[in-house]
């Protein structure tokens, strides 16, 4: 065998073992990613609910307007920046509130998702829910 022979060889092997590799990493990153993804979304799960028992304190209906959001918002952004702004704050509350079982929530789904499902009107719901999809994912509100 020449040495050009033997050195495409070894560039074939070497190039199968990148690939080989690229495929662990990829694989690996992608795993992580939704793990981090999915213990986000439990989190804003359990701020939703940390939310309604406070604003609730054990009654039925909450009284609103006691600042308890704004105030969050202002020490939550400080401490972690972006991403608690009383907006998303309140789509934490709704969260909770429309998915009151943490059990039930879908590693599928991102945060981002669960917010625009909170958008829904109910009545869309309902169509959504319909919907013939490959994963047959229906949505009760």
């Known amino acids: 065998m020449s040495e050009e022979n033997v050195a495409l060889k070894e560039q074939s092997s070497i190039d199968t073992t990148y690939q080989n590799i690229k495929v662990i990493v990829e694989k690996a990153r992608n795993t992580a990613y939704r793990a981090v993804n999915f213990a986000m979304v439990q989190a804003y799960w359990e701020v939703g609910r940390i939310i309604v028992e406070e604003e609730q304190k054990g009654e039925e209906r909450a009284e609103y307007g006691k ?18 702004d009383e907006s998303n704050l309140r789509n934490m509350r709704s969260f909770y509130q429309t998915f009151p079982n943490c059990d039930a929530l ?31 994912i229906h949505f009760r509100f």
């Open 67 to 84: 600042g308890l959001i704004k105030e969050l918002s202002i020490r939550l952004t400080k401490d972690y920046g972006r991403g608690f």
């Open 106 to 136: 879908r590693h599928e789904l991102s945060w981002t998702h669960y917010r625009l499902l909170l958008r829904i009107e109910k009545g869309e719901a309902s169509i959504v829910s319909n919907l013939k999809t490959p994963d047959k």
